[in-house]
């Protein structure tokens, strides 16, 4: 989590004296064990695994090759009902196949031809197409969170719609209500009523024609028909895997791919992307991730440093990050 430059300078006050590493073979050792990460035999546990969750989703780091701005990158949970967890994550079109690395991690929390295994996705379509390359032949269902934050958008935006008016003040009181209607019907397996809402908003939205927004702010009524017609395309493109999400929950099921992004948080996000805007090469960057993956799932050696119990061996002691 920190350059090789300062990994190299801390090392160097540990092993004996007169002994010291450089952040040149640092880098070059790290890459090298992340590229044998992918040849290891995978660890199967001592019991099978009744049901699995797998979640992923996609993000990008910023790229130094020639021609491409963005690297992209794909990352996904897998996890058990008994708590079992596993991580992976891949660079697009590198030598590390994705598709490999989701089926490594069904097998390593115990993936067995009785196993239920659910999947979620936003509504990229490739990776639905890597779900079912690697075997998950249940259709994913729309993940919530994308869902949500577009209802959020929308929600803001009416939030800034004008009350000059009586009219308008009538209007806007109409549309939120509306909003919280339409999160309601999505959240309780009822979006096909969607377009009820549409509807109703359509007949009122019409008092802000004409409507001036602030310089850097924006006219509000345009941002939220913006927001209302990417929902409506969300939901008639993901129409078929969209459940009662409701029902889901109180049954202590996952809703959505939120555990993934806090996953592309700590794996790529604190280091790469968010706080250090590193630029990285595609052969450098999917090694690194390698080893991430490994340190997470306690299979990189001594479990330093990992974040979940190891699957597979019972008798070892869980290591928690600080």
């Known amino acids: 989590m920190m350059p090789f430059r300062v990994a ?34 995978t660890t199967k546990p001592v019991s099978a695994a009744k049901s699995i969750t797998v979640t992923t989703d996609s993000t990008f780091i910023r790229s130094r090759e020639e021609g491409n701005r963005h690297l992209d990158i794909r990352v996904g949970n897998v996890e058990t009902s008994d708590g079992g967890r596993q991580v992976f994550g891949a660079v697009a079109r590198s030598d590390t ?45 729309a993940d919530w969170f994308h869902i949500a934050m577009r209802l959020q958008h929308a929600k803001l935006a009416a939030c800034g719609l004008l009350t000059d008016e009586p009219g308008r003040a009538e209007a806007k009181a109409t549309i939120v209500a509306e909003i919280e209607r339409l999160h309601w019907r999505i959240w309780n397996g009822k979006a096909k009523n969607a377009p009820t809402t549409f509807e109703r908003i359509r007949k009122v939205i019409h008092l802000y024609k004409g409507e001036c927004g602030h ?49 592309a948080n700590f794996l790529i996000n604190r280091r790469m992307n968010k706080s250090q805007q590193i630029r ?37 002691a869980v290591a928690i990050a600080a």
Do not use: M
Request: with cysteine; hydrophobic share 40%; glycine share 10%.
């Open 8 to 41: 190299a300078a801390v090392l160097t006050h540990l092993p004996p004296a007169n002994v010291g590493i450089s952040p040149e073979t640092l880098r070059a050792y790290t890459l090298k064990i992340g590229e044998q990460l992918c040849d290891i035999p």
């Open 97 to 141: 196949d994705i598709v490999v690395q989701i089926r490594r991690s069904l097998e390593a929390v115990g993936q067995t031809a009785a196993t239920k295994v659910t999947a979620f996705t936003d509504g990229c379509p490739d990776l639905r197409s890597l779900l079912a390359d690697a075997g998950v032949t249940t259709r994913p269902i």
């Open 215 to 263: 310089r850097t702010q924006g006219v509000a009524s345009r941002k939220l028909w913006h927001a209302f017609h990417e929902i409506d395309q969300y939901l008639r493109s993901q129409s078929a895997r969209l459940v009662n999400y409701a029902a889901q929950y109180r049954a202590g099921l996952r809703v959505g791919t939120a555990v993934t992004e806090g996953t």
């Open 280 to 316: 990285r090469s595609r052969r450098g960057a999917d090694p690194l991730l390698q080893v991430r993956c490994a340190v997470y799932n306690g299979t990189l050696g001594s479990g330093f440093g990992q974040r979940f119990k190891p699957i597979g061996r019972p008798d070892a």
